[in-house]
């Protein structure tokens, strides 16, 4: 069974640091992993999808690679600004399901 | 144009009552989705469409009832739900279901409708 996990759960950092998201995925049968931002209470908006033969994508300050083999995705995002603070959610897509990590909180500080 | 809408985008109800959320979108996607979230988790699949018809059922309640009158609507019936199906219901669509292009998996969600059962 296909499990995701974020790691950390939580980050605060001030503004204008780069910084680095994780998720694992622990089957590495997958068609591609997306990565989302959630406000609070709102839908979730696609940042970056990745398909499985890929290795990165980027768009503006946000970058994410895929090492499917070992099961690891990162997103990484430049220059942070206030407007980042969001949860960000990785999904691996299997069959015809997305599977969620449980989300990273983020929060930039001024 | 990559917008999926909901209506409405709160709701409240009681265990008695019958109601329906509907979801749209005119990107000419085929696989339409619904799930549900609650607070500081990830959404949870509920079903899946693909072509108008019920692809994936992950052994939702019968309270639940999907329907998909068309390529662009997707609806979920409400029925004696009770106070623990409080949540926000979100919908979303793809493209397709299968492997046939690269890309046809990215999902594209809407705002979500805010359910309290009281």
């Known amino acids: 069974k296909q499990e995701v996990t974020q790691i950390p759960a939580a980050l605060s950092v001030p503004e204008g640091e780069n910084l680095v998201l994780n998720c694992s995925f622990t089957d590495s049968a997958i068609y591609n992993l997306q990565w989302f931002r959630q406000d609070p209470g709102k839908g979730l908006t696609s940042l970056l999808l990745i398909q499985s033969s890929q290795r990165e994508q980027t768009s503006g300050r946000l970058n994410a690679s895929l090492d499917k083999s070992s099961g690891r995705s990162t997103l990484y995002i430049a220059a942070s600004q206030p407007g980042d603070s969001a949860t960000y959610l990785c999904a691996v897509r299997q069959g015809g399901k997305l599977i969620f990590g449980q989300g990273t909180e983020l929060s930039v500080k001024p | 144009d990559t917008e999926v809408t909901q209506t409405p985008k709160h709701l409240v109800m009681g265990m008695t009552n019958k109601k329906s959320l509907k979801c749209e979108q005119h990107?000419?996607?085929?696989?339409m989705y619904w799930y549900k979230q609650k607070a500081k988790k990830p959404p949870e699949l509920m079903f899946v469409y693909s072509y108008e018809k019920l692809s994936i059922n992950e052994s939702v309640p019968s309270r639940f009832s999907p329907e998909c009158p068309n390529s662009s609507l997707l609806n979920l019936h409400l029925h004696a739900l009770q106070p623990e199906d409080s949540a926000l219901y979100l919908c979303?669509?793809?493209?397709?279901?299968?492997?046939?292009?690269?890309?046809?998996?990215?999902?594209?969600f809407g705002p979500g409708t805010r359910l309290t059962v009281t």
């Open positions: 979303a669509s793809s493209q397709d279901l299968l492997a046939l292009t690269r890309g046809s998996y990215e999902q594209y």
């Open positions: 990107m000419g996607h085929r696989a």
